[in-house]
């Protein structure tokens, strides 16, 4: 089992940056593939970036791509999110999210654990 914690949310104007962070406690952190996902209000929660267990391999969604950069620190237990050029549309809860397989995945259902969320909001 293991425990997420994300921090690092808050308020950005558009255009700015933000980096979250999802510190991770429990089983080697090292055997998850981690995940980064959003949910705005009234929307369904939708797939942000994932990172294989041992960093070398990174997936985003097209939304995203070019502006967020996922990364992790193994030795930190911690799994972190650049978010660069943000846009209003970016604001939503981000959610970060732990998957004990052996493939990336892509959608909620793939992933075991799921932090409390870190609240980002862009304004115009």
């Known amino acids: 089992q293991v425990q997420l914690v994300e921090s690092g949310g808050g308020l950005v104007q558009a255009g700015g940056s933000l980096r979250l962070s999802c510190a991770a406690s429990g089983r080697a952190f090292s055997t998850y593939f981690m995940g980064w996902f959003r949910q705005a209000p009234g929307t369904e929660r939708e797939f942000v970036a994932t990172i294989s267990k041992s960093g070398g391999s990174t997936y985003y969604a097209d939304s995203v791509k070019g502006r967020f950069t996922i990364s992790r620190d193994n030795a930190k237990n911690t799994v972190y999110l650049q978010m660069n050029s943000l846009k209003p549309e970016d604001t939503a809860i981000y959610y970060c999210?732990?998957?004990?397989?052996?493939?990336?995945?892509?959608?909620?259902?793939?992933?075991?654990?799921w932090g409390q969320g870190t609240q980002v909001t862009v304004s115009s």
């Open positions: 999210a732990a998957r004990g397989d052996y493939a990336m995945g892509l959608t909620q259902s793939d992933y075991n654990y």
